[in-house]
């Protein structure tokens, strides 16, 4: 009996003959994977978790004046140009910073997405946006792995950035 003799409940998910296909495999000497192993060996897993994000109008007042209690604004001088803060201590204490990688704040909603949920700050390898920039150039892969972003989220950001550097070279 061959495969366009058997029910459509006898055949696997690509039309094929599960028996034929053993056979195929087991006369060219390799070893046939299972379905649930091959979709796992083509699909990249997460390593880490997710960034998380914050919005602000999903906090309460009775939060926001909570945290304002417990964590009052401090007047430090923070470092205003790049050569200041290349001098300060490694990993960076300016988590506000927008060059610092654990945090990511939106100007325009208030929302504050959080990088590594898993991690403090003082535990990230990289701490600033402008330290791995004076590195010299890096893979999509590489870049990804240090903001746990995925490679092709990378790409997207740097075609948006192109994007909005060519637009205002043609506006002067």
């Not at 060219?28 to 897993?45: D, E, F, I, N, Q």
């Not at 994000?53 to 007042?61: P, Y």
């Not at 050569?83 to 060059?99: G, L, Q």
Request: proline fraction near 6%; charge should be positive; charged fraction near 30%.
């Amino acid at each position: 009996m061959n495969a366009s003799d058997r029910m459509p409940d006898e055949l696997n998910a690509d039309g094929f003959d599960d028996d034929v296909v053993t056979q195929v495999y087991a006369r060219a000497g390799a070893v046939r994977a299972s379905p649930a192993t091959s979709l796992k060996a083509r699909r990249h897993r997460r390593t880490r978790p997710r960034g998380t994000t914050i919005a602000m109008k999903r906090v309460s007042l009775a939060d926001l004046a909570l945290g304002t209690a417990q964590y009052p604004p401090v007047e430090l001088d923070r470092p205003r140009t790049r050569a200041d803060c290349s001098a300060e201590a490694r990993p960076c204490p300016w988590i506000a910073c927008k060059h610092h990688l654990y945090l990511d704040i939106n100007p325009a909603t208030g929302s504050i997405k959080i990088n590594f949920p898993d991690r403090e700050p003082w535990e990230l390898e990289h701490t600033c946006a402008l330290d791995i920039a004076d590195t010299g150039s890096k893979t999509l892969d590489e870049i990804g792995e240090i903001t746990n972003l995925t490679r092709e989220r990378i790409r997207q950001l740097e075609v948006r950035g192109l994007l909005k550097l060519r637009t205002r070279r043609e506006l002067r």
